[in-house]
């Protein structure tokens, strides 16, 4: 799909996206639940949608009721149901690094697939974690078998990798024979998704706790209790919307909690050192912000940006595609190990059509910057990966966009 986006003044108000991580977390809580609860707020977006799917395989019971926001979940006993075929996670990163460890559970053969692009995506962590304990693991092009069971034990995790890997394992330990400790080398990146994940489950009855700063206590045997629960807003999707009020919009977001756990609630406090001037900011806790950060800084007064090392391991290489991109607006990058620099520049409409490098975060990052300048962005249906109603969302705030 190729989108044209014409410059305008984006003014209303927009209802926060529910949280796609969140969503991820509370139905995969839900699904292993012997018995039934009810998750409001869910959007089906591509990635949400594969973990539905996932879960089904495993024999539960997932369906929408009401408006079709709210999903009825009747889970199973997931220590004891093992996948009906492939697990199939589609493009989602979240799906295959949580589904991966609940595979090993029933010590069946499980393989798991996704499309060439996800199985690109390092996993050393399961792998050197399944060579330890003598598990049964292989890749190949169509993807990932493994064979369990799990057992409990003490676990090293090094800190500065995707916490999925240490919440895909949060989601299998407390249904294990025995106690478990995931011991995390510091330092410790994207600790708030971490937090989320202990957040889901304790919704549903499920102890896990810090031990110390470093080292994660699960209890196992433990059986988790369904629920009535609601999706929280989503601080990374509406990071684009509030993007339009650096440059000059007059946007208002409803249904964000100040409570939230997010990591990427810090785009509030980073948005304003970008409008004021170049600021050197660690994304470390919160890469997801990248794309949008790199795009506010081209169109205000530069910026440097650290903890940035893990953006080639996205959808795209997020740190690449948006150098690209926006050298078609004007302004030059340099790209180091672990940082990206935006240099002050002319900002200017594209001198070609935008490509979204099949990566929602490209997508959404290039449009608020078409709201400024004008322009044509190819490959947008990427944006039904975490938030299919993007565009009607920003016509409904006044700017003029065209598919075709």
Not at 47 to 70: H, K, P, Q, W
Not at 269 to 289: K, T
Not at 342 to 357: M, N, Q, V, W
Request: charged content about 20%; glycine content about 10%; overall charge negative.
């Amino acid at each position: 799909m190729t989108v044209n986006i014409k410059p305008g003044r984006a003014v209303g108000k927009a209802v926060a996206p529910p949280s796609k991580s969140m969503a991820h977390r509370l139905l995969i809580c839900a699904g292993m639940c012997v018995g039934e609860s009810l998750i409001h707020g869910v959007s089906y977006s591509e990635d949400v949608s594969a973990t539905i799917d996932c879960l089904r395989n495993f024999g539960a019971v997932v369906e929408r009721v009401g408006d079709g926001s709210t999903v009825r979940v009747k889970g199973v006993d997931i220590k004891n149901a093992s996948p009906k075929s492939t697990l199939k996670c589609r493009e989602s990163g979240s799906t295959l690094r949580f589904f991966l460890p609940m595979a090993l559970l029933s010590g069946e053969e499980v393989t798991l697939t996704g499309a060439p692009s996800l199985l690109k995506r390092p996993m050393t962590v399961y792998r050197e974690l399944c060579e330890f304990k003598s598990l049964g693991y292989s890749e190949s092009s169509d993807g990932i078998t493994v064979k369990g069971p799990l057992p409990a034990g003490r676990y090293t995790v090094s800190g500065n990798i995707s916490s999925q890997f240490i919440s895909g394992m949060l989601f299998a330990l407390p249904f294990v024979d025995g106690n478990s400790y995931i011991n995390v080398i510091p330092p410790i990146e994207s600790r708030p998704y971490i937090d989320m994940t202990l957040s889901a489950l304790e919704q549903f009855g499920i102890s896990v706790r810090w031990k110390d700063d470093h080292t994660l206590y699960i209890e196992g045997n433990q059986c988790p209790t369904a629920c009535e629960c609601s999706v929280e807003g989503d601080f990374s999707n509406s990071a684009f919307l509030d993007a339009l009020n650096i440059l000059g919009g007059e946007v208002v977001i409803d249904g964000l909690s100040e409570e939230s756990l997010q990591g990427d609630r810090a785009y509030n406090r980073m948005f304003e050192l970008l409008a004021l001037g170049a600021p050197a900011l660690h994304i470390g806790d919160c890469p997801d912000l990248g794309p949008v950060l790199f795009a506010l800084a081209a169109a205000c007064h530069g910026g440097v940006f650290s903890g940035t090392r893990r953006l080639k391991l996205k959808e795209s290489d997020r740190s690449a595609a948006m150098t690209e991109e926006l050298s078609k607006f004007g302004v030059a990058s340099t790209i180091n190990e672990d940082s990206v620099v935006i240099y002050p520049a002319e900002f200017h409409a594209p001198t070609e059509p935008l490509y979204g490098h099949n990566d929602h975060r490209i997508v959404m990052s290039l449009a608020v910057l078409l709201t400024k300048v004008g322009g044509t962005i190819e490959g947008a249906e990427a944006v039904s990966k975490s938030y299919p109603e993007f565009f009607d969302v920003l016509r409904s705030l006044g700017v003029e966009v065209t598919e075709q």
